[in-house]
């Protein structure tokens, strides 16, 4: 049987508007740097780097100055397998949206599903496929950067964090069938072997881990939540139509961070001005300001926000109103049914039945 590609589950992704790799893929790395006894400074200062980007996961970096990075670290710290035990550590909580939406899928399978089809807005010039080969899926990764040539360190980091989405259900005794990497065999291939507890292939065409069916079909996810996954999935969506991330922190604007703060935050409660403004490094004099220049107050934004988020769930019929009211950060149904009819004039329930248009 010829292998094929494992459709996306998550259809409502957006069309990746991201020109680099979200720093999400960089958290914690300063301090891994540091502790293998490397140079801040100089590692992020030859690869081009600004540290303060770290510190705002939704940010992009450009990929080619991120694989450097990595690159560098492992040059300056004298660690050759620094990817490798970088990846090891690296948690999917740590990855933000990316790894939030494969841990709050329904299974283990529908994760690896979900994690694929939403890693091109994480990530662009990169292959990023799940090939469904009868016994086992074959996780694909491959950066195609015509600029890039040296992605060793990234190649090795970025299996093992696939590696742990896996680990995180089955434990940290699972392993793959086989995995395989591009790059020549390195002097520590031992190492690989030993964190992977597989066989492992050097100087292939591809990136890939091997990963028998068995081991991920009906395997439930402990921390699944379709609510949340519903409200990554609209964070997703909302980031790629607002074209946030676009290379540099420059061409974040202020607009953009706090919209996606408050996305990520609203199904927590009533968004704080205090709380974003603390978030985003800001006074809540400061954001304010910042915000009138953009003609909006944060008032109206937060409106903003909840309704775009409002009717692009009411067409899920599966979610009811109110899960959708506390989704978008309501205390009670009733106060988001009021504040729906101030929007358009009819309730959710009505808007949902189609009873506006008659």
Known sequence: MLPTLVPAAASNMPAASNRGVLSAAANGLDGFILQHGGDLDRVFGRSGIDPEQLLHPTLSLPLTNYCKV???????????????????????????????????????????????????????????????????????????????????QDAELTM?????????????????????????????????????????????????LLIPKGDVVGKAMPGSDPILLMLIK???????????????????????????????????????LEDIAQTLGLSEWTLQRKLREYGISFTQLVDQIRQDSALSH???????????????GYSETSAFSRAFKRWFGVSPKQWRGGDWRR
């Open 234 to 272: 609209d964070a997703i969506r909302q980031l790629g139509e607002n074209g946030s991330s676009t290379g540099n922190r420059h061409e974040a604007t202020l607009l953009d961070r706090a919209r996606q703060t408050i996305v990520a935050t609203l199904h927590l409660g009533e968004p704080a």
């Open 314 to 328: 009411l067409k899920q019929q599966d979610l009811s109103i109110t899960q959708l009211a506390s989704l978008l």
């Open 70 to 152: 990595l690159e560098e670290a492992a040059s300056q710290t004298g660690c050759d397998n620094f990817g490798l035990r970088y990846g090891q550590q690296f948690r999917p909580q740590a990855l933000g949206l990316l790894g939030y939406i494969g841990l709050c899928s329904a299974t283990l399978e529908d994760a690896l599903i979900n994690f694929s089809a939403a890693f091109p807005f994480h990530q662009h010039s990169t292959l990023i496929e799940l090939v469904d080969q009868g016994e086992c899926y074959r996780f694909d990764y491959q950066v195609r950067h015509g600029a890039i040539n040296e992605r060793r």
């Open 160 to 208: 093992g964090m696939a590696l742990n989405l896996v680990r995180h259900v089955l434990g940290p005794d699972w392993a793959p069938r086989q995995v395989a990497f591009e790059h020549a065999q390195p002097q520590g291939w031992h190492e690989h072997r030993d964190v992977f507890r597989a066989d492992v292939c050097f100087g292939q065409g591809c990136n890939s």
